[in-house]
């Protein structure tokens, strides 16, 4: 018995008389295109020529783990097109597979949809110079050009521009965070400088921010950066913080990080937070949108100054600051780019004496009064 050869083109010519489809008139009658997921699953190259409005790019990635990792429902309306209509249809027969029970393939692809002069938009996409400066991203699976384009359409703000913050502002302006927002209140002082490697000797007596965003600006033009030269309070801290999609807090004390806090539960914001104490620290990240806990959760009240003395009293290796920065650092790129495990619901310490890491996990406080009155009872984790 001899097995029958199939082509691919009898493979797709079959796959295209039993998958379901949508034509372009279908789905550009009445709201049809609003209603639906939409994936092109196009190389960066062909999306140069345009887009369908709203829709998400999937490139080298996998559309299975994409949908995973975005928690789409399984009967979510999906439409999935390429360029000609081909390459959808292999794509759709692996997500009914997995059970996503409603979702069809673009017949004829983003040719058929242009050439009836269907609505076009031009998507976001990566200058020559981007294309340079970020080539390995490019080259690094996981990243690639989607996950570049992920990180220059991110908006994150830093909260203290001091031991954390410098480190962690000057690594996201490196790796195209397309936004930075710096809050900060304070002036560069001579003990600064043995950690906070925006400002140098000649900054002392300047404004933190103001240093920051001419060092900044010189080192990677491409970002766009805003300061805020306030100190962040309960009172102000919804406003500064407004518009961001991730928080990253550099503060040194309780009453900011509460503040902050409030502000990520009210915005329905990702925070990433961290402290550091001599030559130790931890950090932790919080969704509390997503549900998991909120920095509350973790810490129903501040510890008494003589347990969390500041940096000032009691001094911190530069270093330390530096590395648990860069740990919040990869907390963010993990979060922007939709990678990794972040920590929600999971403090890691970290000891530079001992060179040695921990992990804690932590669940949403029952009876937590900055979330739960947020959360309306719900402590679900979503699944994905
Ligand atoms: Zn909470």
Redesign the pocket.
């Known amino acids: 018995m001899t097995t029958p050869k199939h082509t691919i083109e009898d493979l797709i010519s079959n796959l295209g008389q039993t998958l379901p489809q949508v034509s372009p008139e279908e789905l550009s009658s009445g709201d049809e295109l609003s209603n639906v997921v939409l994936f092109d699953l196009r190389e960066p190259e062909l999306m140069r020529a345009g887009a369908l409005p709203g829709a998400r790019a999937v490139g080298q990635r996998f559309i299975e783990l994409e949908l995973a990792q975005q928690a789409i429902a399984r009967d979510a309306p999906i439409v999935l097109y390429c360029q000609a209509g081909r390459q959808s249809l292999l794509a759709l027969r692996g997500l009914q597979d997995l059970g996503y029970s409603n979702a069809r393939s673009l017949v004829g692809g983003f040719s058929a949809w242009s050439s009836r002069g269907l609505p076009v938009e031009q998507p976001v996409m990566l200058t020559d110079p981007e294309r340079s400066r970020y080539a390995r991203h490019l080259s690094l699976p996981r990243v690639g050009e989607p996950g570049q384009l992920l990180l220059k359409k991110a908006r994150v703000a830093v909260v203290g521009t001091g031991g954390l913050g410098a480190p962690i502002a000057y690594y996201l302006a490196a790796a195209g965070v397309g936004t930075l927002r710096l809050i900060d209140h304070d002036v560069v002082d001579a003990s600064n400088l043995q950690r906070q490697i925006l400002f140098d000797t000649a900054s002392v007596g300047a404004p933190k921010v103001e240093v920051a965003r001419k060092r900044l600006s010189e080192f990677n033009p491409l970002v766009a950066l805003e300061v805020r030269n306030e100190m962040l309070d309960t009172g102000n801290a919804a406003r500064l913080l407004e518009g961001v999609d991730i928080v990253v807090d550099g503060s040194d004390n309780f009453e900011t990080r509460y503040a902050v806090?409030q502000a990520v539960?009210a915005h329905r914001q990702t925070l990433v937070s961290a402290s550091v104490f001599q030559f130790s620290g931890q950090v932790y990240s919080f969704a509390?949108h997503l549900g998991t806990?909120?920095?509350?959760?973790?810490f129903?009240e501040a510890a008494p100054d003589s347990l969390a003395p500041s940096c000032s009293a009691s001094g911190v290796v530069g270093a330390l600051a530096g590395t648990v920065g860069m740990l919040q650092v990869m907390e963010v790129l993990n979060i922007i780019l939709q990678i990794g495990s972040p920590l929600f619901g999971r403090m890691l310490t970290y000891n530079g004496l001992k060179a040695e890491t921990r992990q804690l996990s932590f669940d949403?406080?029952p009876s937590?009064?900055?979330?739960?009155p947020i959360?309306g009872g719900s402590t679900e984790v979503p699944a994905g």
């Open positions: 806090n539960l509390p806990p909120c920095y509350a959760c973790l129903p949403v406080n937590c009064p900055a979330c739960q959360r």
